[in-house]
Every structure is written in C-alpha cells, then in structure tokens.
C-alpha cells in the first residue's frame, strides 16, 4: 500500500518560506510510471493544484504561483519537497501531498492526509 | 486556465438515496475528468478516472459518465460512509490543473 506523509511546520511568518517534506512508503519515487504533486486547500475554499514533479526532475508549476515555488525530489531519501517563498496570510491552507498516474488520464491516485500551514506573525 | 464548474454546492440526502453530481468544463476537455472524495481527517481518495473508469477498490455504487464538456457523478444507493465532499478536476490541460468548487454531501 502506497503512504505518503507531509512534514513541516505548521506555522510560518509572513514574508518567510514554505517548506513541506512528502516521505513516501510502499512506492518509489524514482519509478517513471507517476509524477509527484503539492495541492492546497485554503479553509472554506477548493483545491489548487500547485505543481509536480518527475523523477527526471522535470517540473511543471501552477502559472499563479510559479515565481514562488520550488518542487524538488530526492530518490535516495525517496521524498519529495515543496518550497514556497514570500508566504502571505493568503497561502495559509492544507498542504496535500500526492502521487499522479504518467498517462491514463492523469489521475491523482495517493494522497497523504494534508498538513495545515498558517501564515501568520 | 479551464474552468470546473460543478453543481450543486451542496446537497442533502439520506442513506440509501441515488444522488447526481455535475461538473461542467469551460472548454472540452475530452474524457480527461477525475472524481475525489474528501473526508474529514482521512486522505482524499481517487474514484473515478477518464470520466467513467472506477478506481480499483472503489464501491460499485459509484459511477461517472460523460465527455466533452459535461459530466456527472452518480452514487447509486448512498451509505453513511459517502457523506463528504466531492471534487471533479481536469487533467486535459497541465498548465494548470483544475478542480472543480466541490460539492458538499451532507445527511439530511
């Protein structure tokens, strides 16, 4: 069975940095079948897809939040990250991270159970 | 970006009703359309994908048709356990994905 569980801290001051670890169990990280993903979800709002990415490195960013955010993965530690810079109070939400199907349609089928981040002094 | 629009916002039923949720994209997006449920304190789980594939493991109850612009999620005969919220998202277009604004089930 695929895990996958976010770290980080759950409070960051505004102007400061993001950053969420994603360890993965029961899977790799370095398979080319899946790309590896960060979705939010502000509270009382939908989901946002942030970005992903593959074991190449490749990665493929949201537009709204490109200039902020760096996803990078490390094979050995089978993890991947999320950095998100210059955080406001607007970035406060829960941090999904995820594992997506390369192909047929693209499916997130692995979720960890999110981790609330909030922006605040 | 594609637009998921999905209707209703909110829904009350109980156990054992047929329940239809819709969601709408702002342009086709051919059969590239997943359903999510999400629970409070537990993952989101995958339930549909390609519009009308069911995820291994997934109650049959559940069921997703369409293509193009439209498409529905349809739970056949509701159980306590399916009272959540429900997601559709696109993934035609990678720049970027897009979800729908949910639907939320609750027992009337």
């Known amino acids: 069975q695929v895990r996958l569980q976010e770290s980080g801290p759950g409070l960051v001051k505004p102007s400061q940095t993001l950053s969420l670890t994603c360890t993965v169990s029961g899977g790799s990280v370095s398979s080319g079948n899946y790309y590896w993903s960060w979705i939010r979800q502000p509270a009382g709002k939908g989901l946002e897809w942030i970005g992903r990415i593959y074991t190449s490195g490749s990665t493929t960013y949201n537009p709204s939040l490109k200039s902020r955010v760096t996803i990078s993965i490390d094979t050995s530690q089978n993890q991947f990250s999320l950095i998100l810079s210059s955080v406001t109070a607007a970035d406060t939400a829960v941090y999904y991270c995820?594992?997506?199907?390369?192909?047929?349609?693209?499916?997130?089928?692995?979720w960890g159970q999110g981790t609330l981040v909030t922006v605040s002094s | 970006d594609i637009q998921m629009t999905q209707s209703p916002s909110s829904l009350s039923a109980s156990v054992g009703d047929r329940v239809t949720i819709t969601c709408r994209a702002s342009q086709t997006i051919i059969s590239y359309l997943n359903w999510y449920q999400l629970s409070p304190g537990k993952a989101p789980k995958l339930l549909i994908y390609g519009a009308s594939s069911l995820q291994s493991g997934v109650p049959s109850r559940f069921s997703g048709t369409g293509s193009g612009t439209n498409f529905t999620l349809t739970l056949s005969s509701l159980h306590p356990e399916d009272f959540a919220t429900y997601y559709c998202q696109q993934s035609y277009s990678s720049l970027p994905y897009t979800f729908g604004q949910g639907t939320n089930l609750e027992i009337k």
């Open positions: 995820a594992r997506e199907v390369s192909g047929s349609y693209y499916p997130i089928d692995y």
